[in-house]
């Protein structure tokens, strides 16, 4: 069975960095793309990061480019998503999630499977 977990998560300061985790079980992450969504009160979900393995190519959204980094650990079967210099605006449920696929496609595009979601907060 297809699982996704992500951890990580908090409150932090305007400014600083928090490393999200998304652990994967039932399937190995090494042969597909993975991406990172989230969704902030009162918004539409937005997709902001996918790492596609088929090419190793990391594809970001204009909102987080720069500033977050998408990373994967094959060995634990683990996904990250680095984010530094957080804004207030980050704030968020994050989600990892696949369509098991081995490239990305669109950053908003459907996803298979997701992960419970994890909230971040921005905030001094």
């Known amino acids: 069975q297809v699982r996704l977990v992500e951890s990580g998560g908090g409150l932090v300061q305007p400014g600083g960095s928090k490393r999200l985790s998304c652990a994967a079980s039932g399937f190995r992450l090494d042969g597909y793309a993975i991406a990172w969504f989230r969704q902030a009160p009162g918004k539409e979900r937005e997709g902001i990061s996918c790492?596609?393995?088929?090419?190793?190519?990391?594809y970001y959204a204009e909102s987080v480019k720069g500033r977050f980094t998408i990373s994967r650990d094959n060995a634990k079967n683990e996904v990250y998503l680095q984010m530094n210099s957080l804004k207030p605006e980050d704030t968020a449920v994050y989600y990892c999630?696949?369509?098991?696929?081995?490239?990305?496609?669109?950053?908003?595009?459907?996803?298979?499977?997701w992960g419970q979601g994890i909230q971040v907060t921005v905030s001094s």
């Open positions: 999630a696949t369509d098991l696929r081995s490239y990305c496609l669109e950053l908003d595009a459907p996803q298979m499977y």
């Open positions: 790492f596609s393995v088929s090419d190793g190519t990391e």
